[in-house]
């Protein structure tokens, strides 16, 4: 009876053991499936973290880009604002120049061309005045040169109903998207 008791004792310790051994290695299997399964959650979580961020990045990079955007259109908005008040204070002294006296006439000529034959009033600045004369005498038109005239002319038809602004700030006006164009094109070069 010793005996069998004793292969009993010896059995009972090759199987506990045998199931001892199956354990640890499932327990080992779960172990390495659990770490395997912690190492894909956290790269998960690694890279969607670093796609946030690189959306943010770019969301970021995008706004300072559109805010240097903004500075530069500012920037430039407010040189050709300069430029064209600067130019703006600069048309009084151009009826005394000599190129403006000889560009006149054809200003003169250029208004004519929309206005009806016969009675036409011209009223400008008496630079302008004298540089129109002789082309105001050949069309028939009076000219009334006033001291406090804007430099430049305004043409107007004998009843009044159409009436053509020369005068410098308005060509200036009617000029300025060009003229932006070609301030801006210059700094750009020079930049």
Known sequence: MQEL???LEREA???SAAILEEARESAARV?????????RRIAAEIEAREERWRGEAGARVARA???AEERALAAREELLRKVFARAAERLGD???SPRYARAAPALLERALSFLPAGGIEVVCDPATARAVLEVAARAGAR????PDAAPGLVARSAA???SVDATLAALLDRLRPTLAMEVAGRVEEGA
């Open 5 to 7: 008791i004793g292969t």
């Open 13 to 15: 310790e090759v199987r």
């Open 31 to 39: 172990i390495e499936e659990g770490e395997r399964a912690i190492e």
């Open 143 to 146: 000219i009334d040169a006033r």
């Open 160 to 162: 009044g109903a159409v």
């Open 94 to 96: 151009l009826p005394d």
């Open 65 to 67: 880009r559109r805010e």
